[in-house]
């Protein structure tokens, strides 16, 4: 074991400006080019030079870890791949000096780029049509329901209900929810949908079922066409949950499935790091009966000429700000012209490779859930440790110390002590076994040095619960709980 995290005493910026500095500051009127009378001189930033900013946010990097300096097996969550060219495409200035008010006929570039990864995600999704506006996966699916309860109200029917596996994401039902409907929640059987369940469950309310496929198990639905017909049979519409979508594309789609709407998570499968709260875009597909539900403006293509039309009359209407999220749209394009088809189908390949071959690697050390082939994750049980007086938890904490950013925990919740581990495509056979040889040695070790790890981060384990009750947000909170406030926002 070689990994010790960089460790550097960083102050908070703000209490960098209270110390003097010798001043390397800039002209913020860049030499009379801004008018000072435009230049704000209010702002509560700190004062410092560029150096000592250049410094701080170095230093605060090295203490931290993402998918640039190490493994990052995050189930569900796919951290996946970021080519830098990417990052390098979005920082043109065709692409950072547009402003979204301008006119149609003044963008007609960025609007054929969007135009055409609508077309895009349209052959990936196996869809008719597609909106790019919603932000993340979430706001995909908060949008993704309300075109489901825009199209039972046309067709007169009021319907109460969603149904979700236990499998589900959590943002599944919460997206459900927000939309005012009841939701319902199925249990699996061999970890995936119980389909004589589903069918005691299906009911005239019963406006959708939200599944993703393959599920948070890594399990593939084999029994998704028929799930598809149990719903459609009932006048409900099934929902594609796309957060492991990375698992298919170019062997299925959602489309060929009979799903009725998909949402895609391009920050996730396309070129854009997941988690850390950056944007992501969400963008939503669906079969042709559900388009004129769309939100508003569509992008609309005419002998080359490209505009935006907001006359529909049944569209849910506008849930983004102009055109959503367009530099994680420019980097999915980007992306995917990149991988062409038999790249996208390489990507899947891999990724179920990778997975099946550390789930081989693992399961005689762990439990192994179900036995199915595994696609792009799996899912292991902790339990073993239990009998060391251990739990996931501490096996998770004790990766940081080896160097490998910890698995996803405890979900899915059907699993005892879930360990979720999702490799992605990119990872060699090296970093796997190197993984691997990590998770067994962890098994041989001192319960006791479990329990206090991690010990070679820049800070030791955290009081999670208090982390999450007592959260701190800002700068203005941290001042006020200094001072005997309460935090906060």
Known sequence: MTYHQAVHEVPIIFENCERPTTADKFDPTLGGKLPEEIVRKELNLPDLPERDVVKHFINLSQMNFGVDNGFYPLGSCTMKYNPKVCDEIVSMRTVTDIHP?????????????????????????GVDTVTLQPAAGAHGEFTGIHLVKA?????????????????AHGTNPASA???????LDLPSKEG???????KAAVSKDTAAFML?????????????????????????????DGANLNAIMGKTSPGKMDFDIVHFNLHKTFATPHGGGGPGAGPVGVKKKLEEFLPVPRIVENKGTYSLDSNKPKSIGKVRAFFGNYAVLVRAYAYIKMQGGKGLVSVSENAVLNSNYLKERLKGSFELPYDPLRKHEFVLSGRPLKAKGLRTLDFAKRLLDYGFHAPTIYFPIIVDEAIMIEPTETESRETLDAFADACEAILKEDPELLHSAPRNTTRRRLDEAKAARDMIFSW???????????GGQ
């Open 177 to 183: 929810a927000m939309v005012g409907y009841d939701v």
């Open 212 to 240: 993703t496929n393959p599920n948070t198990l890594g399990l593939f639905e084999k029994n998704v066409r028929e799930i598809a017909g149990i719903l459609h049979d009932a006048g409900a519409l099934l929902y594609y």
């Open 101 to 125: 008010l301008q006119d149609p006929s003044t963008i007609q570039g960025a609007l054929k780029l969007m135009y055409e990864l609508e077309q895009m995600l349209c052959e990936i999704g």
């Open 476 to 486: 203005r909170a941290y001042e006020k709980k200094l001072q005997g406030g309460t």
């Open 192 to 198: 995936c949908v119980d389909v004589e369940a589903l």
């Open 151 to 167: 199209y039972h109200e046309a067709n007169g029917e009021t319907r109460k209900e969603v149904i979700l596996p236990d499998t």
